[in-house]
Nanobody
Framework: QVQLAESGGGLVQAGGSLRLSCAAS????????IGWFRQAPGKEREFVAT????????YYSDSVKGRFAISRDNIRNTVNLQMNNLKPDDTAVYYC??????????????????WGKGTLVTVSS
């Protein structure tokens, strides 16, 4: 099975930026859809962004659109999430997840089969 590992979380002031990375082992991302989800304290896990590896199809949640950018690195077999103009409401544990290439509901957490352990992003005011 594919194993996912997130990195790049940390503490940043509002308006700042962070870049998260999701690395895979066991499989390449070639046949997968890679999504980013987040879960803040006391809240349900929510969709952030996703990319279909095969053709680069991308979706963003309304809350991050225009601020976050998801991208793929074919050489390093990683998916990155560039987060700009961060807000305190962005504070959460961010998870990388993988779904099969044929997944239709790319913005739904239940569609994803594999999950990383998460990386904490804290945005101070």
């Amino acid at each position: 099975q594919v194993q996912l590992a997130e990195s790049g979380g940390g503490l940043v002031q509002a308006g700042g930026s962070l870049r998260l990375s999701c690395a895979a082992s066991g499989h390449t991302f070639s046949n997968y859809i890679i999504g980013w989800f987040r879960q803040a304290p006391g809240k349900e896990r929510e969709f952030v962004a996703t990319i279909r590896w095969s053709d680069g199809l991308i979706y963003y949640s309304d809350s991050v659109k225009g601020r976050f950018a998801i991208s793929r690195d074919n050489i390093r077999n990683t998916v990155n999430l560039q987060m700009n103009n961060l807000k305190p409401d962005d504070t959460a544990v961010y998870y990388c997840a993988a779904a099969t290439w044929s997944t239709i509901a790319m913005r739904t957490a239940a569609s994803y089969n594999y999950w990383g352990k998460g990386t904490l992003v804290t945005v101070s005011s």
